[in-house]
Nanobody
Framework: QVQLVESGGGSVEAGGSLRLSCAAS?????????MGWFRHAPGKEREGVAA????????TYADSVKGRFTISQDNAKTTLYLQMNNLKPEDTAMYYC???????????????????WGQGTQVTVSS
């Protein structure tokens, strides 16, 4: 069964940090080419936060999180992480990890470029 399971969300004060994790099932991590993190806040569209190539190499970030968030994966490439530092109230959202099994010459941050999704983990940042 193809599965992505996020964890690590919670409530923090502005300036705090959280580390999100996303565990990928066996089939998925063998076939994934690109993985990304997205977020969806009430009243807003789902937006791409960060992405990386599963085989290693480039990463990309939304302008709103550059310098504060870091995307990474473990050596076995079965777990995706998002380290979030200096959190702001505007970072409050449901965060999702996503996987893309097709190759892309540049890392996409559009939701429709990904074909597998986790169930999400809530991040709430208070001022």
């Amino acid at each position: 069964q193809v599965q992505l399971v996020e964890s690590g969300g919670g409530s923090v004060e502005a300036g705090g940090s959280l580390r999100l994790s996303c565990a990928a099932s066996g089939y998925l991590y063998r076939s994934t080419r690109i993985m990304g993190w997205f977020r969806h806040a009430p009243g807003k569209e789902r937006e791409g936060v960060a992405a990386l190539y599963s085989g290693g190499g480039s990463t990309t970030y939304a302008d709103s999180v550059k310098g504060r968030f870091t995307i990474s994966q473990d050596n076995a490439k079965t777990t995706l992480y998002l380290q979030m530092n200096n959190l702001k109230p505007e970072d409050t959202a449901m965060y999702y990890c996503a996987a893309r099994t097709g190759w892309a010459p540049s890392l996409p941050l559009k939701p429709n470029e990904y074909n597998y999704w986790g169930q999400g983990t809530q991040v709430t940042v208070s001022s």
